[in-house]
C-alpha cells in the first residue's frame, strides 16, 4: 500500500524510526564533536599551580574574615614573600615545594664540601709562605742571633720537607695560590651566608603553607561533615 502512496501506520511507524535514528546521529556526532573540543581545551590549559591554590584559599578567608587562621598568615609581606617565591620557583605542587626546599640544602651541603678542601689547603699555603718568608729572611745573613738561627734552621728544614728534592721554592707561586683560594673562599662563604637566610626564609614558607592546606583540609572535612547531617 506504501508503494501505492498510500500511508499506513506501519510506514508512519518506519518514518518516525528513521527521523529518530537520523537525530540520535546527528546528536553524536555533536556530542563527539564537544568532547573532542573539551579535551583540547583541557591540554592547551595550564593546570593551577599551588601559588594559584594558596592565593584562592587567602583570598577567600580574607573576603570572609574568618579568624582560624594565624594572624601571620593575613600579613600581606608575609602572602606576597610565600606567593613570589612559589611562582618564581615554578613550584606546582606541595612535591614540588618539597623538592625545591630539599635542593636548597643539599646546595647548602655542597658549599660547606667545597670550603672544607679549600681551608686546608690555605693553611698549607699559609705555613709554606710563612716559613719561605722566614727563610728568605735570614739566608745570606752574615751572624745570625741564637733565636734567628732556631728560626732558619726550622724554616730550611720544614721547606726541605715539602720541596720533595726540588730546589726552586715556588714562594710566588705559593702566594699567588693563595690569593685565588682567598678570593674563593670569600664567594662560597658569602653564598653560604646568602643561602643560609634563604633556607630559613623557605623553611618558613613551606611550614606556612602547610599550615594552609591543613586548616583547608579540616575545613574541608567539617563542612562534609555537616552536609552529610542535613
Partial sequence: MEKRGIRTERGDLNREIEVTNQKLRQLKARIAKL???????QANTEPPTLADYIQSILSRKAQAGKSGYSQSLYNLKDAAKMLSFLQANNIMDIAGLDEK?????????DIQGKLKPVERRLATLKKHIEQSDIYFKYKGKKKLTEAEQILFTAARDYLKGVMNGKTAIPTKTWKSEYAKLTAERETLNQRYIALKAEVKEAEQIRKSVYSILRQEQREHAQRRTQDMER
Fill in 35 to 41: 568532547q573532542k573540543w573539551l579535551k583540547e581545551e
Fill in 101 to 109: 626546599f630539599k635542593s636548597m640544602i643539599g646546595e647548602q651541603l
